[in-house]
């Protein structure tokens, strides 16, 4: 179904056509798209989203794409989990985490924007698919060309860890390690997309790609029995996560899906890499770019896009924002994975952490309904953990080695 | 005629200076400015440049040298 009216620059209000551009040739704004709210109203339901795909794809009337081919099919409907045993711990009444660490195929968020973007840009004509990134984003962009028989170019720095090329490797894309740092890469990509006739899926495509976020506000509502939280916690890179969040619940209430959002919005960073954040809590509405230096390596953007939109989603929730040290963001992932048994990356580490702290200031409260954000995979940042995780039991292949060490009886058990 | 957008910042201590105004003369581009915000402490620009590829790269290392930071217009597209 086509609702897409068009592209609109965030600055200016000048449209464009949907086709691949990202920048406002008026005044250099980065656009977003517009939608025909009016026709989603009138043929979107309740019943008909719970009748869709268990997939992001539930919600394609409010994504931007014609339809009715979508690759990434399977990408979203991740577990929204009552978490019980944490909420204890912090002392919250109804505590939910939202899963992505299981989200399909490459176990990170980036999975949903991704499968928006690869079939945006498959509409759009483009047989090559490309993107920039030191992670997720590449995981993810590789695996789906693969699925979808695309071309697809991976930049990446040249000191790139090996563990980290090797999951991208495995689907066979065109790897490129650029000589050079994080900076350099960053500026050679700008550049390509603007010679190449190429889908970036996070420069050209943008637009699009991001769009893909706001089934993460989606599910939460309808796995809420279509309620909105009281309360939401985000870990912010470039803060794209966050706005289109905020823009996903608002969607909701303008289409009739629900009456109203009382959401408050409150972002969270490594104190390694903070700009927005910190910029929140001088009172700041610009933020100061940072030279990253935190284990929280996908939240690492030390000059972020969308900055400014986070700062401004958040205050007009009235939500809050903080940030936490690399050794809390270790508590954050060993208590997610003790109290609820989800191994989170490092990202979900500063959500627990900054959540941690927003209940400790009284900005969460007991009753208020509270969704975390958990956006990507233990798996693929285990290097964080690896020495604060303790060694195993080292026993004689014996009984009495065994139950020595253990202190247990024939009918019970306990612990070393 | 190649163009390339950037957005640039300037150090507190060269908010005075009329940096594009001399990028302009020194190397052959022609400065255009889309979008600014100069406060007393901080300043950014929306920058289009238009001239020969290597001209403008000329120009970037240029606003470079005199202090200036410059990104793409994208800021950070490595995710």
């Known amino acids: 179904m086509a609702t897409m009216k068009a592209l609109v620059c965030r600055e200016c209000g000048k449209e464009y056509p949907t086709k691949a551009i990202h920048v406002c040739e008026m005044c250099f704004g980065p656009l977003e798209v517009k939608y025909n709210y009016e026709e989603i109203k009138r043929s979107i339901s309740r019943k008909k ?3 869709g795909p268990d997939s992001i794809w539930r919600y394609a009337d409010l994504l931007p794409v014609q339809g009715p081919t979508y690759l990434g099919p399977h990408a979203g409907m991740t577990p929204l989990v009552r978490a019980k045993n944490l909420g204890a711990f912090l002392g919250l009444d109804e505590l939910y985490i939202k899963n992505d660490t299981v989200n399909h195929p490459t176990l990170s968020f980036k999975d949903r924007v991704v499968a928006v973007a690869i079939t945006r840009a498959r509409e759009l004509g483009f047989e090559t698919i490309a993107c920039a990134s030191t992670g997720n984003l590449a995981n993810s962009v590789a695996a789906h060309a693969a699925a979808a028989g695309m071309r697809a170019y991976v930049f990446i720095p040249g000191d790139l860890e090996a563990a980290k090329v090797l999951g991208n490797l495995i689907y066979k894309p065109n790897v490129v390690e650029v000589e050079g740092n994080y900076d350099d890469v960053n500026r050679l990509c700008s550049e390509i997309a603007g010679e190449h006739g190429w889908a970036f899926v996070n420069i050209n495509i943008r637009p699009y790609y991001a769009e893909g976020s706001k089934t993460l506000a989606y ?19 470039s803060g794209s996560l966050l706005t289109k969040i905020w823009k996903g619940l608002h969607e909701m209430k303008t289409v009739g899906l629900i009456d109203d959002v009382k959401t408050k919005i409150n972002g969270a960073q490594a104190e390694g890499c903070s700009p927005i954040s910190t910029a929140f809590k001088s009172g700041r509405d610009f933020f100061k770019p940072v030279k990253p230096k935190t284990i929280a390596k996908s939240l690492a953007i030390g000059n972020p896009a969308d900055g400014y939109y986070a700062l401004k989603a958040t205050a007009e929730s ?6 936490v040290s690399d050794d809390e963001v270790v508590e954050g992932i060993k208590l997610l994975a003790q109290t609820e048994g989800i191994f989170a990356e490092t990202a979900g580490g500063v959500t627990i952490g900054v959540l941690q702290k ?3 200031q009284g900005t969460i409260k007991k009753s208020d309904v509270t969704v975390a954000y958990i956006t990507g995979n233990g798996l693929k940042t285990q290097e964080a953990v690896i020495d604060a995780v303790g060694r195993p039991h080292r026993i004689q292949p014996s009984l009495v080695s065994f139950e020595q060490t253990f202190k247990v009886g024939k009918h019970g058990g306990g612990d070393a | 005629m190649p163009n390339m957008k950037f957005h640039i910042r300037f150090p507190e201590d060269k908010i005075k200076e009329p ?11 022609v400065t255009n400015v889309r979008r600014a915000d100069v406060r007393e402490t901080t300043g950014w620009m929306d920058l289009e440049l238009t ?13 470079r040298k005199k202090g200036v930071i410059v990104d793409p217009i994208e800021l950070n597209v490595v995710e």
């Open chain 2, 19 to 29: 940096i594009i105004y001399q990028i302009g003369h020194e190397f052959k581009v």
């Open chain 1, 49 to 51: 989203i719970q009748d």
């Open chain 1, 358 to 360: 927003l209940v400790k």
């Open chain 2, 51 to 63: 001239g020969d590829s290597t001209e403008i790269e000329r120009a970037v290392a240029g606003l």
């Open chain 1, 219 to 237: 599910e939460t509502v309808e796995q809420l029995g279509w309620r909105t939280p009281d309360q939401v916690v985000i870990p912010m890179a």
């Open chain 1, 318 to 323: 009235k939500g809050s924002m903080d940030m």
